[in-house]
Structures are given as structure tokens and as C-alpha cells.
């Protein structure tokens, strides 16, 4: 190459800028956020904003007494645990299926199993709306349980579809040969195989359980609410409690970024369902 | 029952309980809607389902001009938001395509706004969009400009909307055009360097068609994802001021859970469903190929 050193060096030191500038413009938001939930309310309202301020952390603290947020946290917390391990049962056999044995359509299954994520959720609540509610589960943490499960089991049996298609045959072959039935094959050998996949699969349908905020709206009331619902609880009539609305929402995404830090290997499989490897 | 039979029916064992689960809470609710939108059915007033056959598509199409402004508005949407968002996504993910130190930490930081929960994102912005306290405006301020009403202003609510999503998303694209970028091959680079080829050469001529496959399918995702903006809307807008913000999602929720008037609710859902249908046959088509 015979571009010179020093302009090497130039182009580097304006590529290194634009970067910093990208992440100041990524970072900037959610740093806003984390500011005002440490403010005082009477701090946070004023203008211009303050810089330098004493940082409090009793906006945390408040927040459970303004509101039950101790109770959505924890309705949060049990909708997508319990669902995110359902759509991981179901849908960890189903992947199995569809990739180990071979019949006729099982490639057009696999695919009608991907549309369906495709669903605008919009469009499905309406009925499930109904069903829920002649069924007399409005407000019930079973509803979430029963929808989030249902619409992660697509994503779940996709993602884990290409891990188990990554097993050496081989493996299995000699589990079989030995005497193992499909059964026993799957839960000794090929489950254990793909444990690194199960828990990013995991991650990420608890991610989107967490995150939720459509089905959560409709179908929960007082009791059965969840975080993402409770949030846009503190926008009132009277006005929005920033500072406390802002350490909700802390607490609601920092988990989110800690997990997310976790599946970082698989993290572009996760978001393409395993389009992009 | 026997080892044998057991052995024979384990595809319908494995494969059969998400089949159904998906028929019975997915494909039925789905099939039952298309019920609904066949008949004129108010949940507030009560009574019963009428059957009112095409009507309430007919109304839609015909009689309701606030559908073809929400249309229009979501069509603006989805292509600006996701036009720029594969831009930009495009850009970040060159830029880090190079030999970095720290892409670990960078990757971390890229996926927040993607993980964040989407309320909470809303959130943010309706801070930073504050007329009367938002830092934005406190930065327009300070470089001598006028304020804004980010949100309030029926011109300029869209375009911030979309300034929102662009920052939620952007992210998104650069991570998996990255993730592209690195696995592409490196002997065609090697070879055109050694030829002599300039930078905006090797894009054009090398990196850019090698990359589409990726490109289309981050493409599709972001598409499917925009038509179906819901929190940030429901955050930052409700809709307004006016239409000026009305997402097909949101004006369908308004049909079914503000005035409570399922079936035209349904109708509108169907019409949805139906474009994103469409587009997710182009992006299996693609998927597929692929796979093949």
C-alpha cells in the first residue's frame, strides 16, 4: 500500500472521533435516565437542567411505596421465568424433532412454525382478549404465562433448531447403536450438548417476557400487572413523577443489559433467529 | 405400550405439543378473529355478535379516511426509520469493522438500546423531548436556537418518533451487519488490494454484494419489527398531535380497547396481518434459499 504513514495516522485519528461520537450518541439517553433518577424531584424539574447536583438514592426506596412496584416486579419476575422455561421444555423437543427426523413436509412445518412469530401482536390480542376474558383469566398472571409462553415457542424452536443441527450425528448414532431410545437420547445426550445454546434461548425469551408491553396492558389490571405497565403508570393527569418514573426504568432495564452481557457469543443468532450466524 | 411403538411415535411426541399449543392459542384466536370481523359487536354496549359480513372491511376501505392517514403515516414511518437505520447501521458497522481493542465493550454498549425495555425507551425520549425541561432544547438554547415542541408540534412529532426508533435500532443493524462483515471471506480482499483497488472500489465491487444476503435479512427483520410500533407510540404520543403519529398498530388497539368496537377492531387487524404476511413470504422465501 503506498498510502503514507501520516496520512494513515490522519484518517485513524478521524475514524477513532466519528466512533467515540457514535457511542456518546448511544450512551447519552439511557445516561439521562440514570441522572434524573438520582435527582431530587424538585431538581429534576428544573431549568435549565442541573449538572451538579447531590445525587440521591431514595427515588429507589419511594417508588416502592408510591406504588406496589415490589408486587409488578415480582409478577414480572414469575410471568417470564415460568414461560421462558415452558417455551424452553416445548419447544426444545419440537427443534429436535424437526431436525432429527426426516418426513415428508417437516422442512414446510419447521417454516410455518417461523411465520407465526412473524403475527403482529396487535392482531391476536383482540381474540385472546376475548378468550382470557370468557375464560375469566383477565388479570391473571396465567394469561401472560399462557400468551408469552405461546408466542416464544416459534423464536425458541428456531434458535434451538440450529444449535442441535450443529451435534455430529455421530454422537447420537452411537447413543442409539448402545441401546438409547429417541427418548433418552435426547434428554442424556443431545440436551446437554446444547446447554450453551438452551441458555442463551432462555435469555432471550426472558428478555422479551420482561419487555412486553401490548399483551401485558390488556390482559392485566391491578393485580397481575408487570413493570413495563407499571412504568407508564407514573405518567398522570397531574403531571409525570419524573425522578421516580426514571428509577423504575433503571430498574427495569438493568437486569436486561446484565443478562444481554451474558449471551454475548450468541447474541446475533439470538436477534436473526438464527439467520446470521 | 412397547419400546418399539414408543419408538415410532416419538416425532408426533417431540413435534406434537408445540404444533397444538401453537394451533390452539395462535392459528384458532386467528381463525376466530376473522369471526369478529364479520360481525358488528361492541364490547361496551354488550349484546350479541351481529353478522354483518364485509361491512366493517367495507367501511375501512371506503368510508374511513382516518385509515388511509394512518396508513400513510405508517408507510412514512417504516421506510424512514428503517431506510435510515440501515444506513447508519451500515456505517457504524464499517466503522468497526477494523482491528479494535475494545469491540468486546462496544458490542455491550451497541446492544442496550436493543434490549432495553421498549417502554423504557419511550421514556427516555419523552425526557430529552421535554418542551419545558428536556435537554434538547436546552441544547438548542445554547447554540441560539429556538425551542421546540418536539412532540406537540403535528409536523415535527413524526420525524421524532422516528429519531427515537432510529436510536433504539440503529444499533440493532450495526450489530448484525458487524457480524457479517467478519464473516465474510477474506481471499476476494486480499486479491483486490494487491490489485490496487481503492476503498469506495472494494465496497462497491466486493464487500457489498458479498454482504446483501445479510443486509436483506436485517432488512426484512427491521421491516417486519416497524410495522408493528406499538410502545413507543403508546410512550411518547398516543397517536398524536391530531393523526400525525397514528401507527397502524395503534389505531387498531384505539378501535378495539378505547371504543371497545371489536369487529371493525378485527377488520383493521386483518388488513395488518395481511401486508405483514407479504412481507414475511419474501423474507421465508429468502430464509430458505438459503437453507437449501
Redesign the interface.
Known amino acids: 500500500?503506498n498510502i503514507s504513514l501520516g496520512k494513515r495516522k490522519t484518517v485513524n485519528f478521524f475514524?477513532a472521533i466519528?466512533?467515540i461520537v457514535?457511542?456518546v450518541?448511544?450512551?447519552f439517553?439511557?445516561l439521562?435516565?440514570f441522572m434524573?433518577s438520582i435527582k431530587r424531584n424538585v431538581d429534576?424539574?428544573?431549568?435549565?437542567?442541573v449538572w451538579i447536583f447531590r445525587p440521591i438514592g431514595s427515588n429507589y426506596l419511594e417508588i416502592f411505596n408510591l406504588i406496589p412496584f415490589g408486587n409488578y416486579l415480582i409478577n414480572s419476575l414469575i410471568v417470564a421465568t415460568i414461560s421462558t422455561f415452558l417455551a424452553l421444555f416445548?419447544?426444545s423437543?419440537?427443534a429436535?424433532?424437526?431436525t432429527?427426523?426426516q418426513?415428508r413436509r417437516s422442512?414446510d412445518?419447521s417454516?410455518w412454525?417461523?411465520?407465526?412469530r412473524?403475527?403482529?401482536?396487535?392482531?391476536?390480542?383482540?381474540?385472546?382478549?376475548?378468550?382470557m376474558r370468557t375464560l375469566k383469566l383477565l388479570d391473571s398472571p396465567i394469561a401472560l404465562v399462557?400468551?408469552y409462553f405461546?408466542?416464544n415457542?416459534?423464536f425458541a424452536?428456531w434458535l434451538l433448531r440450529s444449535f442441535f443441527l450443529e451435534i455430529p450425528r455421530e454422537i447420537e448414532e452411537s447413543a442409539m447403536v448402545d441401546g438409547c431410545?429417541?427418548?433418552s437420547t435426547?434428554f442424556r445426550i443431545s440436551l446437554p450438548l446444547i446447554a450453551p445454546g438452551l441458555a442463551a434461548t432462555g435469555i432471550f425469551t426472558f428478555?422479551f417476557s420482561?419487555?412486553e408491553?401490548?399483551f401485558a396492558?390488556?390482559l392485566t389490571g391491578t393485580r397481575a400487572q408487570t413493570?413495563?405497565v407499571a412504568?407508564?403508570g407514573f405518567?398522570r393527569e397531574t403531571g409525570?413523577m419524573?425522578s421516580h418514573?426514571?428509577a423504575a426504568?433503571v430498574l427495569?432495564?438493568v437486569p436486561?443489559?446484565l443478562?444481554?452481557?451474558l449471551a454475548?457469543k450468541n447474541?446475533?443468532k439470538g436477534?436473526?433467529m438464527g439467520?446470521?450466524? | 405400550m412397547t419400546?418399539k411403538n414408543?419408538?415410532k411415535i416419538?416425532?408426533f411426541?417431540?413435534?406434537g405439543?408445540?404444533?397444538i399449543?401453537?394451533f390452539l392459542?395462535?392459528i384458532f384466536?386467528?381463525v376466530?378473529?376473522i369471526g369478529?370481523s364479520l360481525s358488528e359487536w361492541n364490547l361496551m354496549r354488550g349484546g350479541n355478535w351481529k353478522f354483518v359480513g364485509l361491512r366493517n372491511y367495507y367501511y375501512t376501505f371506503f368510508q374511513d379516511p382516518d385509515f388511509y392517514t394512518s396508513l400513510k403515516v405508517t408507510l412514512i414511518y417504516v421506510a424512514t426509520a428503517v431506510g435510515l437505520e440501515l444506513l447508519l447501521g451500515l456505517g457504524?458497522a464499517l466503522?468497526?469493522n477494523?482491528p479494535l481493542k475494545k469491540i468486546?465493550i462496544?458490542?455491550?454498549?451497541?446492544?442496550?438500546?436493543?434490549?432495553?425495555?421498549?417502554?423504557?425507551v419511550g421514556?427516555?425520549?419523552?425526557?430529552?423531548y421535554n418542551p419545558?425541561?428536556g435537554?434538547l432544547n436546552?441544547f438548542l438554547?445554547l447554540f441560539g436556537f429556538q425551542k421546540l415542541n418536539w412532540l406537540g408540534d403535528p409536523n415535527l412529532a413524526l420525524p421524532s418518533v422516528i429519531m427515537a426508533d432510529i436510536?433504539e435500532w440503529t444499533?440493532?443493524m450495526a450489530?448484525?451487519l458487524l457480524?457479517?462483515l467478519q464473516?465474510l471471506p477474506k481471499e476476494p480482499f486480499e486479491a483486490s488490494?494487491v490489485d490496487g483497488a481503492s476503498y469506495l472500489q472494494l465496497f462497491r465491487y466486493i464487500t457489498f454484494p458479498l454482504l446483501l444476503p445479510?443486509l436483506i435479512?436485517?432488512l426484512l427483520?427491521r421491516v417486519?419489527d416497524a410495522?408493528?410500533t406499538?410502545?413507543l407510540i403508546?410512550?411518547l404520543t398516543k397517536g398524536g398531535p391530531g393523526l400525525s403519529t397514528e401507527l397502524l398498530?395503534f389505531y387498531?388497539?384505539k378501535y378495539?380497547?378505547k371504543f371497545f368496537h371489536?369487529g371493525r377492531?378485527?377488520a383493521l387487524?386483518?388488513i395488518?396481518?395481511l401486508i405483514?404476511?407479504v412481507?414475511?413470504q419474501f423474507?421465508?422465501k429468502y430464509?430458505?434459499s438459503?437453507e437449501e
Request: aromatic content about 18%; charged content about 5%.
Open positions: 500500500m475514524l466519528i466512533t457514535v457511542f450518541f448511544i450512551l439517553p439511557p439521562m435516565l434524573t429534576a424539574l428544573r431549568y435549565p437542567p416445548i419447544g423437543m419440537a429436535y424433532g424437526l432429527r427426523f418426513f422442512k412445518l417454516f412454525i417461523l411465520s407465526i412473524m403475527t403482529p401482536p396487535v392482531a391476536s390480542i383482540i381474540p385472546i382478549f376475548i378468550i399462557i400468551a405461546t408466542f415457542i416459534p424452536v431410545s429417541s427418548y435426547f428478555i420482561w419487555n408491553f401490548l396492558l390488556i413493570v413495563p412504568l407508564t405518567i409525570i419524573w418514573m426514571a426504568g427495569a432495564m436486561m443489559i443478562f444481554t452481557a454475548q447474541l446475533v436477534l436473526t439467520a446470521i450466524k | 419400546f414408543l419408538e416419538a416425532p411426541v417431540f413435534i405439543p408445540a404444533v399449543i401453537l392459542i395462535v384466536p386467528m376466530y378473529s369478529i457504524v466503522l468497526l477494523r468486546g462496544m458490542r455491550t454498549i451497541l446492544v442496550i438500546p436493543t434490549t432495553m425495555t421498549p417502554v423504557v421514556i427516555i425520549w419523552r425526557l430529552l419545558e425541561l435537554v436546552y438554547e436510536w444499533p440493532f450489530l448484525i457480524a457479517g464473516s488490494i445479510t435479512v436485517a427483520l417486519m410495522f408493528k406499538f410502545d403508546f410512550v398498530s387498531t388497539y378495539g380497547f371489536m377492531a378485527s387487524s386483518y395488518l396481518f405483514l404476511f412481507i414475511t423474507f421465508l430464509y430458505r438459503g
